[in-house]
């Protein structure tokens, strides 16, 4: 059967919404799904679920102008529907508003009552015939909920915060990196030239590849099957880089997660020594084998465990040179590639991520050796998430201290902090928004 790009959008933002599943797992699913639907209903659907979720506060704003419903009592397909229409209608050029209004007319039509048909439908006509209403202030202008641009028009000044929110609510770059135990970046570039329409080195990562206007999903691409490459932002990369593990070394990625670190930490490391990979989904770490099976990389050892819970018996009894704790958080950095975190983070859950992190911190430092790397690392630009963590840590770890940080032409001056923390900013640099420590412990 067709894909209806419409429908297919509508059933990810419903799922959304009654959170199952994150975005990026939701999307994921449904590439596995999607079979031989085209190329063209693919990018269709995938713009409206992104933009709907960027601009989901000044949509709301229109479609609380044009309804004689309040928001909170509309049905929430009902209003994904009206959401999918505004966006069609205002922020997409390519598609006439009539379209938008009769696909969101048919899409009512299928999950509501008829009078409800008849309100998506005056809701719509009324945004169609235009202009829409203006902003009621900066955070609907930007889509971005008021508590977190407070905050940084605060932190940064407004000039800056403004320019943060641009960022998250643009398209970023595919950006790859080149799995070196098997390609050279200059390679796979080649190989990829004639699948997108603008290809470039990444500024800082030597594996790193931006790619714009990707002809066909990443999949699909050269050298994906040889295990050419991993798909990674260039903060990401640089993290793995500021952990620098060597060959022969024994190394924990704590929270492995599908493997992403886990492989360029593995790279790192040119295959050789012991990497163990540790998370809690048994799952996640199922994919995470079979990625290092195409990579081509056999010194990982997977190790299922929540690190809220005590380590497993004998687990303990190892010490590792280097450790990497990609720790759960808020995903505040990375707005611009899941913007769904934007609508389920609060401030309140800042604090609660605070001290879960400190926890796992607290948890696997025994497993540090003595001269051993500890590094801390999260997709969030929150001082709660960051450098207060590492505070908090040192103040009742004292056998463990700031390591030096490096800084090459890898790891570049601007990306270190006055107190040696790595810290990108996605208005800056064009990367996503990450944080890490460098520690080391001393005794």
Known sequence: MPLDPRKSALCILNRLDSAEKTLDILMDEFRESEGSSAKRDRALMQALVYGVLRHRLRIDGIISRFSKIALPKIEPDVLNILRIGIFQIGFMDRI????????????????SAPWTVRFVNAVLRKASTGPLPPASGLADEKSIPQWLLSRWI???????????????????????RTNTLRASRSLLMTSLLEHAGKIAPTDFSP????????REAVFNLPGFEEGF?????EAAQLAGHFLSPKPGETVLDACAGLGGKTGHLAQLMNN????????????KLTTLEKEM?????SIVRTCPHDLSSPLPEGFSALSFDRI????????????RRNPDAKWRA???????????QLHLLSRIAPLVKLSGILVYVVCSTEPEENENVIDDFLKSHPGFKPAPAITTKVIPESCISENGFFRTYPHQLSMDGFFAARLQRIS
């Open 154 to 176: 605060q932190r940064f000044g407004k000039n800056d915060a403004l320019a943060v929110c641009d960022a998250v609510n643009s398209v970023p770059p595919i950006t790859l």
């Open 96 to 111: 006439p508003p009539s379209a938008a209004v009769n696909t969101a007319v048919d899409m009512a039509k299928s999950v």
């Open 293 to 297: 099976k195409r990579l081509g990389i």
């Open 229 to 233: 490459f991993q798909v990674q932002d």
């Open 272 to 283: 050789k020594g012991i990497l163990y990979a540790m998370d809690r989904d048994l799952q």
């Open 346 to 356: 609060s401030k309140d859950d800042l604090n609660r991520l605070h001290e879960n």
């Open 324 to 335: 990497l704790l990609d720790a759960p958080c808020s995903g505040l950095g990375v707005l």
């Open 207 to 214: 594996e790193g590849i931006c790619l714009t206007s990707l």
